[in-house]
């Protein structure tokens, strides 16, 4: 039996269309700014799809994310090469680099990835009990 998924046409409209969206039009906005603005996005699109099986659109959104945040980080800074602006924007939060503020700045934060949130699983009830029994 195959796990429920995401629908495919909802996920390119919802997930992917929002962010790049967002992207575009925070050109001028600083780091800080950007991730406060994407955070609830990304993380409403992880909690909305946690029930299903959803690792390859997560790495999608991952993939799809990093690129318009390394395209937006270079329309910032066009005479820096690719390595100096992922050292300026992207820091090592444990063995992963995460688009973040850096821990000195004012508001430090980082955008969370929908990895980050667990997958719940939901086992079947069985047709003589019900979910408020407590067993």
Same mark, same amino acid.
């Given at each position: 039996m195959r796990g429920a998924s995401p629908c495919r046409a909802a996920a390119p409209k919802s997930a992917f269309g929002i962010p790049i969206h967002i992207i575009r039009r925070s050109r001028a906005? #600083?780091? *800080? !700014?950007? @991730?406060?603005q994407l955070h609830p996005i990304i993380r409403g699109w992880?909690? &909305? /799809?946690r029930i299903g099986v959803r690792k390859a659109v997560d790495?999608?959104?991952?993939?799809? $994310?990093?690129?318009?945040?390394? /395209?937006?980080?270079?329309?910032?800074h066009p005479t820096q090469t690719t390595p100096g602006v992922i050292q300026r924007y992207w820091h090592r939060?444990? $063995?992963r680099l995460t688009f973040a503020t850096s821990a000195t700045a004012p508001h430090a934060g980082h955008l969370h $990835? #929908? *990895? !980050?949130? *667990? @997958?719940?699983?939901?086992?079947k009830v069985?047709? $003589?009990? *019900? #979910? &408020?029994?407590g067993d």
């Open positions: 906005l #600083p780091q *800080s !700014e950007v @991730i406060r992880a909690h &909305y /799809s790495a999608r959104l991952d993939a799809l $994310t990093w690129a318009k945040l390394r /395209s937006w980080a270079h329309r910032r939060l444990g $063995t $990835t #929908p *990895s !980050e949130v *667990s @997958i719940t699983r939901h086992s069985r047709g $003589t009990r *019900s #979910p &408020y029994d």
